[in-house]
């Protein structure tokens, strides 16, 4: 057993703007953000640096001739694709306006050797730059990753899964206690469900809570994600014995990790890998989540598949299952993962929320046939 930082870091090291009590107001922000956002791949020798109006600063002008001023991060990224060996961003920021300027038109129009470039921008009043990332960044937004989580775990401060009580015990969610984390760089979520504790045979049992401990753990995850490059998409699923004031996860055990970089797939992979992943642990007991998926990849459905199909999600979904693993891969559903990823994908299409979860948690049921 051991302990786990990673969300105490999140909460001793985020400012007030950058904490929310409530997963659907996260998902609103994002969804502004993404809606006052665009992505473009634009040429290289098609962008122009130029000193802003108070020569404090620089703006970036693309073919449409509109100028906007790249955040910190993206001043960053901007010096490191303009590939000027011996000149870092730091260096760069002590330059006057107008010669840092220049060294950075110097560098991409002479030194990049890629045609294109991608940036991310955003417009409030104020035009800014927030990304400048390679042709094929494979972009996964917030707004697609909140609301994969409230339409399965709610607000996440009531219903089961939900922000972390402390030392067991439920707590009001307030940006002081609160685990929704999200500002310009990336995002992270801590969410789990301790009312419906596992019970984990011959496991040691735990003093940390006063002798309380009844070898039962509660099942937890991280969510992670930056649409601008800080860092890749990833989860990380475990089980505990408590959360403690400073969002320190004690008694942890059989924490693995599923990331995803941000290439050109990265949002495919979003939806038909890491939904399916997430539901199946949030609806399963104890099975390691990473080794059932390569279990469920390599086990063949040996029996009548219209037959499993129906049994699991009635006789009318047979046929629709069946023909979006056909559209989507290409070919005919053959292991219980191929069921797992069709079922999910088919649940995307049904508009009533409530019949979407029911196919969906009968989809995560699927992996447990491999234990």
């Known amino acids: ?182 500002g310009d760089r990336d995002m992270f979520v801590f969410l789990c469900d301790e009312k419906n504790r596992v019970e984990v045979p011959n496991r040691r049992k735990s003093n940390l809570m006063g002798g309380n401990s009844t070898g039962s753990m509660a099942r937890g995850f991280f969510m992670w994600n930056s649409e601008v490059g800080k860092t890749t998409f990833g989860i990380g699923m475990f089980l505990f014995d408590f959360v403690c004031c400073n969002r320190i996860v004690w008694g942890a055990e059989g924490y693995q990790e599923i990331r995803v970089r941000h290439t050109s797939g990265a949002p495919e992979r979003f939806v038909e890998e890491i939904q399916p992943a997430l539901l199946t642990y949030a609806n399963s007991a104890t099975t390691p989540i990473v080794e059932a998926i390569e279990r469920a990849q390599k086990a063949k459905i040996d029996n009548d598949l219209e037959t499993f199909l129906a049994n699991r999600f009635g006789k009318s979904k047979v046929e629709p299952i069946k023909a979006v693993h056909m559209l989507e891969e290409q070919r005919p559903i053959e292991t219980l993962w191929d069921v797992t990823t069709a079922a999910t994908a088919y649940a995307r299409s049904v508009p009533w929320q409530d019949d979407r979860v029911l196919i969906e948690r009968e989809a995560g049921k699927i992996l447990d046939l491999t234990a």
Not at 120 to 135: I, M, R
Not at 170 to 175: A, G, L, N, Q, R
């Open 1 to 182: 057993m051991t302990h786990i930082m990673k969300a105490s870091h999140q909460w001793a090291t985020r400012p007030s703007d950058e904490r929310f009590i409530d997963l659907r107001d996260m998902k609103r922000h994002f969804e502004t953000r993404r809606l006052q956002s665009a992505e473009r791949v634009v040429p290289t020798k098609a962008l122009q640096i130029i000193p802003d109006d108070d020569n404090r600063g620089i703006e970036i002008t693309g073919p449409t001739g509109n100028r906007y001023a790249p955040t910190h991060w993206a001043f960053g990224q901007l010096a490191q694709v303009a590939n000027l060996p011996g000149i870092a961003a730091n260096g760069l920021r002590q330059l006057p306006s107008p010669l840092a300027a220049d060294v950075l038109n110097y560098g991409l129009q002479f030194k990049r050797e890629v045609n294109d470039i991608g940036v991310l921008l955003h417009k409030n009043g104020v035009g800014t730059c927030q990304a400048v990332t390679g042709p094929k960044y494979g972009r996964i937004w917030n707004s697609d990753i909140c609301s994969t989580l409230v339409d399965h775990f709610g607000d996440g401060r009531t219903g089961s899964w939900k922000v972390p009580g402390e030392f067991g015990k439920d707590v009001d969610v307030t940006k002081a206690n609160t685990t929704l984390f999200a």
